[in-house]
């Protein structure tokens, strides 16, 4: 789905020079959607007659622009779902999966919050459907910058990857999320959320901490190891909510599609991601 158009707008990155330039739609996860403009604006340098346009808005979202052929390229924190699939197919769409990195999936806490480590099972009681963890003191966690003690649930909206990688990995299979927690269109909104919410809690890619959020290590189960999200222990998996990531195509991508991908995937597409605090999908030498 190449076209060839005068482009203009926000996000169109690696632009300049010329209007006679193909055009590669991108769209999708939020946790990628930075360096997916990274890869889009150093690219409009590797190649000036390519143009690619970055637009976030949530996994689903771009799963299913790619579906209805409204973009050449959809990002995804989490892997296409059978009726994702089918309904790709029925459109005469066949779907190539790219996985292109890796991400910690990282807790966030007010600066405030002495927390140091964590577990599922608390997560669960904090985020699934019938928990009952709604104060800090039921963790033995003093709060005086938090009064109430409250526990404030920073979520995702439901058509994230990011929300449903959580649900799956961390809350469990068939298991909902509680009601009641607030849910943010984008990654950097809830750490920005969290870093000025003394009760907060909140979860997204590490790539997007702050200085203004602390990270708790995390343990699949009390007395387990506790990890702490680095893009080493997403490396070696060692860290327990890490994930792929991936980039998914209409087909296997030919032209100027074709070779953005292969680019994406070669060591110059990979240190761009290593750089933006994400795991290589690959092994490669950065500099």
Known sequence: MIRKAVVTGVFLLGCGGGSDRQLVENKGSDTL????????????????????????????TGISAMINGTVDIANSSRAMRSEEIEAAQVNGVSPVEHRVGFDALAIFLHPSNPMKSISFADLGRIYGDGGDL??????????????????????????????????????????????????MNGSSEVVDLVASTACGIGYSGLAYATEEVEMPCVMVEEGAECVLPTVETAIDGSYP????????????PTGAVGAYMSWIMGDEGQCILFDKGYAPAVEVVCS
Not at 33 to 60: C, L, M, R
Not at 242 to 251: D, H, S, V
């Open 33 to 60: 959607v930075n360096v997916a403009q990274a890869w889009a604006e150093e690219y409009g340098v590797v190649d000036p007659s390519v143009a690619v346009a970055v637009t976030g808005g949530g996994s689903g």
């Open 134 to 183: 709604d104060n800090w003191s039921q963790l033995g966690i003093d709060m005086p910058d938090c009064p109430s003690g409250e526990i404030v649930r920073v979520s995702r909206q439901n058509n994230s990857g990011t929300y449903a990688y959580f649900q799956e990995a961390v809350l469990g299979e068939g298991r909902d999320f509680r009601l009641g927690s607030r849910d």
């Open 241 to 252: 909510i890490a994930r792929p990531l991936f980039m998914y195509t209409a087909g296997v």
